[in-house]
């Protein structure tokens, strides 16, 4: 049994995960049943804890020494493993159908709108995967590996831990269609956000705290350039944008160019995980449409949850972990129409 810090109810959702699935046999999946079993109210009876404690003891060890190392280049690769992992759950699920290159056979995901010049972090999934196949060859999914980076991430930028279901294999397709259609737009409102959360079986409440992430990492002035020059239509700013912020981005996103530089999401510890994101969110200054429309899209609950975690800190990290949970459990693979793929870039 595993006492952690979250929590009740979430210790008592990982223990239950633990009996009904392959607690008993760790390394082996006995859902053979397919796709869609996964994610029963954050309960994935497919995926363990426990999934490689004797087929790869090591496996969390061999991500986090390659993940300290990236880091103490660049700070941001956290960040962008983090988005990796969300981009990879929205589409088809998380099946690592987002590290698929072209081939003849795959269309791939890295060129879809939201992907395209923004989505990195690949050279790092290959290194973990390559250290992962010496140490043990073809046991280690690339969709385990980007649940894993994206958890390690989120501790080694100082965020919350929590207790990894895995066993998830690795797809053979990928979807170009899903990526462009299921990834939320940064200019999205409140309604369109709840949507498209919904459609993937996550709430309101999974919304406002994943959208937490947001504390560490940049975007492209082209992704908020809108919100300061045309907002609605009629060359108009939005008018939530607190003055000084404004004037600040306007520096650095200017009218016309400037598409590729880059702000941080959360100014003021871009670096951090923490919950200052909330706080600024409060002030105004949420650098994406999709960030300040938490708070003042005319939604009760999302406004609510803004200020408890822009209050509480201990409670958005319980929060996020039990959200990032219900994210890495969204339709994994755990039957014969999965793989577990030699070079995560390509089907075996
Ligand atoms: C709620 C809807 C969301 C929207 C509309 C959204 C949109 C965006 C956009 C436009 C960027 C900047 C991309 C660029 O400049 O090229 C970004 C960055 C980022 N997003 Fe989101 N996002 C959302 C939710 C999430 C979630 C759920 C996570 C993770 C759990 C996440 C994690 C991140 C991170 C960490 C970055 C910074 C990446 C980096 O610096 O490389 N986002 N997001």
């Known amino acids: 049994m595993h006492f952690i810090k979250l929590n009740n109810l979430l210790v008592i959702a990982l223990v239950s995960t633990s009996l009904l699935s392959s607690y008993a046999y760790p390394g082996f999946n006995f859902d053979w049943g397919g796709r869609n079993h996964g994610s029963r109210g954050g309960i994935s009876y497919g995926l363990s804890p426990q999934f490689y404690q004797f087929s790869c003891p090591q496996a969390n060890d061999i991500v986090m020494s390659v993940l300290e190392k990236a880091m103490a280049k660049n700070m941001r690769i956290a960040a962008s493993l983090l988005r990796l992992h969300f981009h990879d759950c929205f589409v088809q699920g998380c099946d690592a159908s987002i590290l698929l290159d072209d081939s003849p056979a795959i269309v791939s995901e890295k060129n879809s709108g939201p992907n395209k010049n923004s989505i990195r972090g690949f050279e790092v999934i290959d290194e ?15 969709a385990d590996i980007l649940a894993l980076a994206a958890r390690g991430s989120t501790i080694l930028s100082g965020g919350p831990n929590w207790e ?22 940064p200019n999205a409102t409140i309604q369109n956000l709840i949507t498209f959360f919904k459609r993937q079986g996550l709430d309101e409440v999974d919304l406002v705290a994943l959208s937490g992430a947001h504390t560490i990492g940049v975007a492209r002035c082209a992704t908020f350039k809108q919100r300061l020059y045309n907002q609605n239509g009629k060359n108009e700013a939005d008018v939530s944008i607190e003055r000084t912020f404004y004037f600040g981005l306007k520096t650095m996103c200017p009218r016309s160019g400037g598409d590729n530089n880059i702000s941080p999401l959360d100014f003021g510890s871009p670096r951090m995980f923490d919950n200052t994101y909330f706080k600024f969110i409060l002030q105004g200054r949420g650098l994406l ?22 209050q509480d800190e201990a409670f958005f990290f319980q929060q996020f972990a039990m959200s990032m949970i219900k994210l890495g459990n969204l339709r994994p693979i755990t039957g014969f129409n999965g ?5 995560c870039r390509r089907v075996n």
């Open 128 to 142: 973990i995967k390559a250290k992962l196949e010496e140490a043990c060859p073809q046991t280690v999914s690339c």
């Open 164 to 185: 990894l279901p895995l066993g998830r294999r690795d797809s053979r397709t990928a979807s170009l269609i899903g990526s462009n259609n299921n990834i939320p737009p």
């Open 289 to 310: 449409n999709s960030d300040q429309v938490l708070l003042s899209g005319g939604v009760i609950k999302t406004q609510e949850l803004v200020k408890k975690y822009a």
């Open 339 to 343: 793989q577990v793929r030699k070079n």
